[in-house]
């Protein structure tokens, strides 16, 4: 896991970095050339929904993600240690749907032709990219419902 972690841990982080740098470099030029890069909000859209199905791996991985505990201290141990695994494969389903739906919509995409209105980048890569991410998270959850409860998050996955 730790492999993984650090490639997608790096990739959020380039893509943090290409969105800071395109924004600094776009307020650059409104302000003292006056003109705006062309295309910079596409361009900026692009990286912040790669960035979000990147991240959400990680987030899974490291127990970031919002967490339900109101009945945890009233539920016996076996009891807590059942809702984990049934949450997280809930969460497999759930993702592995949605990885699939984005998938069957990444290819009428395709088919579509359909790109971004200013500089004309197909957008049906995008949801590819979109659908691995969401099975990578799916993975992620699979896993962790084979790990103890909470140990997966303190060791740092």
Known sequence: MKPLRTTLGAVAALMLFAMMVLTFCDVVGRK?????????VEVTELL??????????????HGEHILFDLLDKF???????????LANFLCVGLLAASAWLVWV?????LEQGDTTSSLHLPLGPFYYLTA?????????HGWLA????????????
């Open 32 to 40: 003292a050339f006056g003109s705006s890069i062309p295309g910079v």
């Open 48 to 61: 912040m929904l790669l960035l979000i199905f990147v991240a959400m791996p990680l987030t899974s991985l």
């Open 146 to 157: 084979f790990q103890p409860r909470g140990e997966s998050q303190e060791q740092g996955a």
């Open 132 to 140: 691995l991410m969401l099975l990578a998270c799916a993975a992620a």
């Open 75 to 85: 539920l016996p141990e076996s009891a807590l240690d059942w809702q984990h695994r």
């Open 105 to 109: 919509r990444a290819g009428r995409t």
